[in-house]
């Protein structure tokens, strides 16, 4: 072997080392970062003439493990779902008091039937009365208030659909770039690996958001899927979404609304547009609290006679004095809309006065167990009944998406913890990695300090 040939042999070799160092302390430097997978350089044999080498890089490659990161994704699409409900259901809780000791709407209830039972005791005392219409007012002023929360809830909810539709297609934008910039990559023999790992991130971002399914493509490029068959993107080609008000829509025309399934994305549109009779916790849940407020509304405004009578029958047909408000205690607009729902305004003005032979047959109407039916709900009971049964359903729907949320929390932060230690760095791995590439960049370097110094001794001889 030739001096030159052995000098090309160790030169080969010291490049290879430092390559190898830089990837091992990029490793080590980066094994705290999220996301973040071992890299490693295949190595390869160069042979010059006859029987003389050196080493060269093959190729980069970094740890994975598809198993585990489809597992992954499937888990943060779960875990997004659940916490989405769970995060809803608890403004919802806190929008109805059921999260407090004594929830609003149902003492305002057990407050308005206490004030009639004292009223039945002592009709003619104008303080009892005006306990009644202020009890009454309190009671119209807190249904109304739980209107107005479910409503500004509502426009959240709304919101939030438009917000994450933009995320879903700005993500799997960045997926379809990340994928040109790979296969350029790949075709110039460049390092993929830190790309394919932030393509990795942004694929579990759109797991968050909506299921997806991965397909490897040539060039380490890859397609995203629905699992019901929806092509997200393919290659540098891809998707939007945007949402109507009503519906998602593609950016080819098409509604695909029932066709991005699990992640934040479909609890949101459940919890704003789903069956109100589903019995599913977090789905309907806007239809099912305005299905039972209307129940409560219609209960203290229907009028139709019947075995109890309802509240309104009960007052409507006492004898009415002199002076006294004939019918219509509460009043609300034609529709029975409940944020219209107010105690009549001859009461508040002073114009009329209550009927003092209502409070015998009202209070045994309040007392009185009778059937309500809403969406998600019925009850055999009171008025008051009724009211707890609404706050209860909530209390009871948010119980159970709560569990169902941290268990899918754990399992999501499993299979994140396990495929960070199948494809994550070890440190204790790494830093033996290093000594051994220092000793393999000491002795090229020996190599060819060596060659040189034999180098030199051949020219002093010449």
Not at 72 to 101: E, H, K, M, P, W
Not at 290 to 314: C, K, V
Not at 332 to 340: E, N, W
């Amino acid at each position: 072997m030739s001096l030159s040939a052995a000098l090309s042999i160790a030169l080969s070799g010291l490049r290879v080392a430092t390559t190898q160092m830089q990837l091992a302390s990029n490793n080590i430097s980066n094994a705290q970062t999220p996301g973040y997978t071992e890299k490693t350089a295949s190595l390869t044999a160069d042979v010059f003439g006859s029987g003389d080498g050196g080493v060269n890089i093959a190729s980069y490659t970094r740890s994975a493990n598809a198993a585990l990161t489809t597992s992954y994704n499937n888990a943060t699409s779960q875990a997004s779902f659940y916490s989405t409900q769970n995060n809803y259901l608890t403004q919802v809780q806190s929008i109805l008091g059921s999260n407090v000791n004594n929830p609003p709407l149902s003492t305002a209830l057990a407050n308005f039937q206490s004030a009639w039972t004292q009223f039945s005791a002592a009709p003619e005392d104008s303080t009892q009365q005006q306990s009644v219409i202020q009890a009454g007012v309190n009671l119209a002023n807190q249904i109304r208030e739980v209107v107005s929360g479910v409503t500004t809830l509502t426009q959240q909810a709304s919101s939030d659909i438009n917000t994450t539709t933009n995320s879903l297609s700005t993500d799997i934008a960045n997926v379809a770039s990340l994928n040109v910039q790979i296969a350029a990559a790949t075709n110039g023999n460049q390092p993929v690996g830190n790309l394919e790992d932030q393509r990795d991130q942004d694929i579990n971002a759109i797991a968050a958001i909506t299921n997806v399914t991965v397909l490897q493509r040539p060039e380490n490029q890859v397609a995203l899927y629905t699992p019901g068959g929806l092509l997200l993107l393919d290659g540098g080609t891809a998707q939007s979404f945007s949402y109507s008000g009503t519906d998602v829509v593609s950016s080819a025309g098409q509604i695909v609304t029932t066709a991005l399934t699990g992640g934040s994305l479909q609890a949101q549109i459940n919890f704003l547009s789903g069956s109100s009779s589903s019995s599913d916790p977090g789905t309907g849940v806007i239809g099912k609290i305005n299905s039972q407020l209307q129940t409560l509304t219609n209960a203290l405004t229907d009028a139709t006679s019947g075995t109890p009578q309802t509240f309104a029958n009960a007052y409507n047909s006492a004898t009415t004095g002199t002076g006294e408000l004939a019918s219509s205690f509460f009043t609300v607009d034609g529709s029975s809309d409940p944020s219209s729902l107010a105690v009549n305004a001859n009461l508040l003005n002073g114009t009329s006065t209550l009927k003092q032979a209502s409070g015998a047959p009202v209070t045994a109407a309040l007392a009185a167990t009778r059937s309500f039916t809403a969406s998600n709900l019925s009850v055999s009971g009171t008025y008051a009944n009724l009211g707890t049964a609404i706050l209860s359903s909530f209390q009871q729907a948010a119980n159970t998406v709560q569990t169902q949320s941290t268990s899918a929390t754990q399992q999501q932060s499993f299979y994140q913890q396990s495929l960070a230690n199948a494809t994550g760095v070890n440190v204790d791995t790494e830093l033996t990695n290093l000594t051994v590439l220092q000793n393999s960049y000491a002795a090229s370097a020996h190599v060819i300090s060596t060659i040189n110094a034999m180098l030199a001794d051949l020219e002093n001889v010449l």
